[in-house]
């Protein structure tokens, strides 16, 4: 079972030229939780998630205690947001880099490189690198769960 088989093929991605204010515009409109960066040939060259754009609101001290649980409220830091001069940074910035598996790749092998890296989505790309789409955890397990209704 490849991957190319179950994957989502409609992908959303973005320009490296983009900023960091436009993208966050495309994770509201097309209510995405990743984003590829792709350069002109439309390869992924990085990924910005939802979670890079949301940690721009979180306060520095979560990044530094293990448990925020005793905090009911963030208090006057819930209505700020980031300055202006950095929603105008490039996405390049911020962007991680990408992990990718080719089209023909084994289901198992995507899924292994998922927990290996710990990421939710994976890149799928051609054998020239070019982005042509993007599979879930939900995605690959839903297809290896469906073969077990076959077992006797």
Request: proline letters at 5%; charged letters at 25%; hydrophobic letters at 45%.
């Amino acid at each position: 079972m490849e991957i190319s088989g179950y994957m989502k093929r409609n992908v959303i991605s973005i320009p490296s030229t983009a900023s960091i204010r436009e993208a966050a515009a495309l994770f509201v409109e097309k209510h995405i939780g990743l984003l590829p960066v792709v350069n002109a040939d439309q390869k992924p060259i990085g990924v910005l998630g939802l979670r890079d754009l949301l940690s721009l609101e979180l306060p520095d001290f979560v990044r530094f205690i293990a448990d925020v649980d005793f905090v009911h409220d963030f208090g006057a830091v819930e209505t700020t947001r980031p300055p202006a001069e950095t929603l105008d940074k490039s996405v390049t910035t911020m962007m991680r880099p990408p992990i990718t598996v080719e089209g023909d790749s084994g289901l198992l092998r995507t899924y292994a490189l998922m927990l290996q890296h710990n990421v939710h989505d994976m890149l799928v790309v051609a054998k020239d690198g070019k982005l042509i789409g993007i599979a879930s955890r939900v995605d690959i397990g839903a297809a290896i769960l469906s073969t077990w209704e076959k077992v006797e």
